[in-house]
């Protein structure tokens, strides 16, 4: 059975960093991508950025581009979210989720099989 479990989360005040880390518990097999969505309350869940199995494909969404970095280390298990710049709009419970193959696009919730619990970000402007 595959689990995945967020960490990292915290309170930052603009322009701050935090570093998320989701650790990936059982055998998920090579061929996963892995993402991270982020969804604010009374918000739908958002794509943030995503990452493939062999690391060389990386893609974020616009409003994180350039402040947000993706990275995985596929011997321990775990993937990372380098978040610099911190903005009050980037307050959210952040989750990280895998899948194998997808039937639809990459950036859609609904293509993703395994998800974590999430852990919470909050920014104060």
């Known amino acids: 059975q595959v689990q995945l479990v967020e960490s990292g989360g915290g309170s930052v005040q603009a322009g701050g960093s935090l570093k998320l880390s989701c650790e990936v518990y059982?055998?998920?097999?090579?061929?996963?991508?892995m993402g991270w969505f982020r969804q604010a309350p009374g918000n739908k869940r958002e794509w943030v950025s995503v990452?493939?199995?062999?690391?060389?494909?990386?893609h974020y969404t616009l409003s994180v581009k350039d402040r947000f970095t993706i990275s995985q280390d596929n011997a321990r298990g775990i993937m990372y979210l380098q978040m610099n710049g911190l903005k009050a709009e980037d307050t959210a419970m952040y989750y990280c989720?895998?899948?194998?193959?997808?039937?639809?696009?990459?950036?859609?919730?609904?293509?993703?099989?395994?998800w974590g619990r999430g852990t919470q970000v909050t920014v104060s402007s």
């Open positions: 989720a895998a899948q194998e193959f997808f039937s639809g696009r990459w950036d859609e919730p609904e293509e993703y099989g395994f």
């Open positions: 059982g055998s998920i097999g090579g061929g996963y991508w």
């Open positions: 990452i493939n199995n062999g690391g060389n494909f990386r």
